[in-house]
């Protein structure tokens, strides 16, 4: 493995030094520097410069006073955005099954805020649109176990192998439902209102229509006094790694244009609708609204 001796460098040089070395091998290399100049950057600014050249940060190597941080280029190939759409893109062969966001702090703690933030508990039935296999439902579970039996759970996926999948895993729930339909077809249904909803990565999906779903989903689905939480993926799922900012259809680096201008539209018609709207997380942004019209 190559090392980049990097001692005394400003950040800008050690930016040089990994450009000029992935132009030319795009193989692991190890920056190597002094434990007292690792720890004035500080470790995130170095995950964050993993992130910036689609890197793996691999745990480092103490040799005397200086430190070897390593790192791996990923395999960009190795990723669902790339794979072809059908109701299966998320179904449990497919590589998005693979990834593993409760492993992520980045996600796990903003849903856990924005629950919170939204009063999970005092609701009595909660509907998610796109819940794969039902990890939204299962955190709730895990934060809430005293609540979590006397609410009722609806999720909703048109992927039939990931439908099978949570309802596998909530068979011993009777206050948990799965319904393998198009978020299109949500009428045919008959579900009635409920006073949460939750939807995280799935309404800027290419078969919805971000706009017109969400009106329908609030003048339709919810109580006077419910409240919406939306996941917004600001970030790309690569080799495994969850790397910020947001994908972008034919741009090969990230682009926050699209989740800004749709952030904006649901945070507007949300407020026009009588919503108190915050915006949090990072790389999941996350939109809780909670009504302030009366029951
Ligand atoms: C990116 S995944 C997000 C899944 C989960 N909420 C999460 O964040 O891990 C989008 C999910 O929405 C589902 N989906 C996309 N469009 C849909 C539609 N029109 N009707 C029903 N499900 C849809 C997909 O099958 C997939 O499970």
Known sequence: ???????????????????????SHKESFALKLTLSEVESFGYASFIDLAQNFLLRFKTPQVEGEYINLLFEPLNSNNSFHTQSNSS????????????QKEKKFSFLYYYKEALKHAKVTVRKRILNLGINRGDEFKHIQKLYPNHFNSQ??????????????A??????????????EDINNLDSLNLG?????????????STLNLKTTLMHLVQNYLTKDGAIILGFPNCRWIDGEMIYGARVPNYNFSELGTVIKDIYFCKKYLQQKKFRVTITGKD????????????
């Open 1 to 23: 493995m190559k090392t980049l001796n990097v001692q005394n460098c400003s950040l800008l040089e050690i930016i040089k030094k990994v450009e000029e070395h992935l132009s």
């Open 88 to 99: 299966e893109k998320y179904g449990i062969k497919s590589s998005f099954f693979q990834i």
């Open 284 to 295: 999941y942004l996350f939109l809780t609204a909670t009504s302030i019209r009366k029951a």
């Open 152 to 165: 009722e759970f609806v999720g909703i996926d048109f992927s039939a192998s990931a439908i099978d999948y």
């Open 167 to 180: 309802q596998k895993s909530f068979k011993k729930k009777k206050n948990c439902h799965f319904y393998c």
């Open 193 to 205: 209102r409920f006073d949460m909803l939750i939807s995280i990565g799935t309404l800027q999906s």
